[in-house]
């Protein structure tokens, strides 16, 4: 596989500014340090995305496949991300066919920190095959714990939401940006950079997504595309996030908090192998 040049243009996460709280104190905190990039496709003009810039190559990759506009990573030659003037240059190898045709149509999103997509959002959905394989609850219980205890920009900072994707229950990759699609497309172009082979995991889910966002049509389009069966939310599903993923065959796993969460689609998908002790009804009242 032809990989891309890629640039490693980091940018700071946070910044230090005084804020004054309820008693008139003033104090020093720590904010997102959200920024504005323009990707430029071939020197044309694409998109502007707000982001914190922690991998915005990746960021410009995973947007890139997401949106459908390159089939795979070979398709880009270099991305060249420059902070001094907020720009991320992306040289194709042969061209996106049909590219003014393919970026006409804009939908508006539910997500914070891009605002649109190009295209439909249900198009090629039954050209994707889900690998097979179970989520078991322990599984969900082990990602769910990782998390909580992960030091982030969110326990320092607040105002971001968090994406992670896991290989079985070992975090591969977590990422922070102000919006959620930003962060799923960050792994999204990770994902696809990476050489490994499928990895014997006795029947469990070898790729599984976790995000602190609602699990949107979008959110679910995105983790399908990436080849990823089961995905887990500390927040809920939408209506049409849940017929995606029914569609599709995507365990969708919602609420998930401790040692709670609630099933939205393909129970059949989840293995109850870590049943906490139920509790008594008087309890519950």
Known sequence: MRLPQLTEARAPLTESIDAVDEFGQRRAIHIPAERDLTIYVDKRELVTLMTLGAQPEWLVLGYLLNQRLIASVEDIESITVDWDV????????????RIEERTAKRVVTTGCGQGSVFGGLM?????????????????????VDAIRVKESTY????SVHACALFRGTELALFVED????????TIAGWLALQQDSPRDTGGMLDKVFYTTGRLTSEMVIKSAQMGVAGVISRSGITQMGLQVARRVGLCAVGRATNKHFLCYANPERLVYDAVPAA????ARA
């Open 86 to 97: 907020n720009a991320a240059s992306v040289k194709t190898r042969h061209g996106i066919d």
């Open 123 to 143: 198009d090629d959905l039954d050209r994707i095959a889900l690998p097979e394989g179970v989520l078991r609850q322990s599984q969900v219980y082990a990602i």
């Open 155 to 158: 326990k320092s900072a607040g």
């Open 178 to 185: 102000v919006g959620r699609h930003n962060a799923v497309d």
């Open 279 to 282: 509790v008594p009804q008087a």
